[in-house]
């Protein structure tokens, strides 16, 4: 693919088919003779005996070497992608092209907690869609590959900034409600639904193909999963993470989720949010022995909080979030012109597994899309829906949406459409919000960008703050000089892919 130097113009990018070249080859010699049979079509047997057409054997030959060397390069490039860590998608540049740092692309990137997603976000940029597909597409698979954090059952917060409009607009999921006592309406689907029919690009169905496929086949439990599973122990998860015996998953292992593949393949089909959400819900309620609730989920969309400071303008998610806490922190702190405090004391300095996820994706355009999502603490309720697969939130603990919902976009200019956005997004411990605000302070401190820094921008990464607090993440995007940077703290701590 070249890189363009020009603002990204997205295009859908079809799949690589061998019949399509040799439909053209075929042509070239004039004659209609496949060379690789389509296994959907009803074919003639008789084309395929040693008295057939001259060169047959030739021709079949030639292809078995041409699917020899395939299944070479796709070997290679897995143990390629198997064998990296960290920061995924960071390869050598071709000779004669100019290098970045991992983490800086030209067209687009996405980063969330598990690799698998990311790579799937990826694909989803790809193959022509946006910011949004590539985000509620991640969302849904980490809803199948980390239940310990997120789900269908979660509360989803976000925020998106479109680089054409220069407009940021906030999702909520709505007022918290219960389905059962202690167990939370569930509303991702919903959510989901509704900011992709409003922004996003690819259609509905091709955003749940890759979480449908994971949780139908299976998918391998990752580092803090498995990590999750250990700290809380099996109780109400079994079988869907457990062994025959009742021990849990360990890191490598292999966990499916036919029941949830069944609900995602239902949503897929559905034409309004309400419908989407209905899919699970009735569902559920035959598992509880309850009436499915007259009221559903009410998610929204609607403009975002902000907060102008000398540097652009700040945007963040609207009251019953965290955001206006985050802006009156941030502007008390701007006024007060005291040192930027430590973001994390000593006594927040505490190891808990983690109830909520994040997730960001940003174009070189400046388009960023940052989800978050919450089931009150690690697997939410533990209560299994044995019909959906789906972990329900725990509406019990002693957390509220304000603990972890506090997005955050800072914008350049209004008037500019080519001024630098950055996004920051974070998950674990409410406490993680001093963290992003120490963040942005120091972003806002440094000042703009000179140019020897617009120069040496593809050697150095964003704003970065070597700790957070507890298990929790910090992740950042932005879009400057006409690329896409993504980086995290800790550093490496969620993977990240991009083109």
Not at 337 to 350: E, H, K, N, R, W
Not at 355 to 381: E, M, P, Q, R, W
Not at 459 to 472: D, K, L
Request: hydrophobic share 40%; net charge negative.
């Amino acid at each position: 693919m070249e890189l363009a130097a020009e603002p990204v113009v997205y295009q859908k990018l079809l799949p690589w088919e061998p019949s399509l070249e040799l439909e053209e080859e075929e042509e070239e010699e004039e004659t209609s003779e496949m060379l690789v049979p389509n296994p959907w079509r009803h074919q003639d047997s008789s084309r395929n005996k040693a008295g057939g057409l001259p060169g047959t054997w030739a021709r079949v030959v030639a292809a078995l070497l041409l699917l020899a060397v395939g299944c070479s390069l796709a070997v290679r490039q897995l143990q390629n992608q198997g064998s990296s860590t960290g920061s995924l998608g960071s390869v050598a540049p071709p000779p004669g092209r100019h290098s970045h740092s991992s983490g800086v692309y030209h067209h687009g990137a996405i980063i969330s907690p598990a690799a698998t997603c990311s790579h799937l976000g990826r694909e989803l940029l790809v193959a022509g869609g946006n910011v949004v597909d590539a985000g509620v597409g991640a969302a849904l698979c980490l809803a199948v590959v980390h239940p310990h954090a997120t789900g269908l059952g979660a509360m989803f917060w976000g925020l998106f900034h479109n680089s054409s409009s220069g407009n940021s607009t906030a999702l909520t999921s709505g007022p918290a409600q219960t389905l059962a006592p202690g167990l939370g309406l569930p509303t991702a689907l919903p959510t989901l639904h509704l900011l992709h029919a409003r922004f996003g690009r690819l259609p509905w169905p091709r955003l749940l193909v890759g979480p449908t496929t994971l949780a139908q086949e299976g998918f391998l439990v990752d580092t803090p999963l498995a990590r999750a599973l250990v700290a809380r122990g099996t109780e109400g998860l079994c079988p869907l993470l457990c062994h025959a015996d009742g021990t849990p998953l360990g890191a490598g292992a292999r966990a499916t989720n036919p029941q949830l593949a069944a609900v995602l393949r239902r949503a897929a089909f559905a034409p309004t949010s309400d419908l989407a959400g209905d899919a699970l819900l009735s569902l559920l309620a035959g598992d509880l022995g309850l009436e499915v609730p007259s009221a559903g989920p009410r998610p929204a969309l609607e403009p975002a909080q902000q907060l102008p400071v000398p540097q652009g303008i700040l945007f963040t998610t609207p009251s019953p979030s965290a955001g206006p806490e985050l802006l009156a922190l941030l502007e008390a702190a701007l006024h007060s012109g005291v040192p930027i405090p430590d973001p994390c004391p000593p006594f927040l300095q505490t190891a808990v597994s983690p109830g909520s996820s994040a997730l960001a994706a940003v174009d070189s355009s400046g388009s960023v899309l940052l989800l978050t999502s919450s089931l009150n603490c690690s697997f939410g309720s533990a209560h299994l829906s044995p019909s959906t697969g789906v972990l329900l939130s725990n509406l019990v603990a002693k957390s509220t949406a304000s603990a972890w919902a506090c997005p955050l976009i800072l914008r350049g200019s209004l008037d500019d459409t080519e001024a630098d956005v950055l996004g920051l997004v974070a998950s674990g411990t409410p406490d993680v919000a001093r963290a992003m605000t120490h963040t942005i302070l120091r972003h806002l401190a440094a000042g703009p960008p000179t140019q020897a820094q617009h120069q040496h921008q593809g050697q150095q990464e964003p704003t970065q703050h070597p700790s957070t607090c507890g298990q929790g993440t910090l992740l950042q995007v932005a879009a400057h000089a006409e690329h896409a940077h993504v980086s995290s703290v800790p550093h490496d701590c969620c993977p990240f892919q991009g083109f």
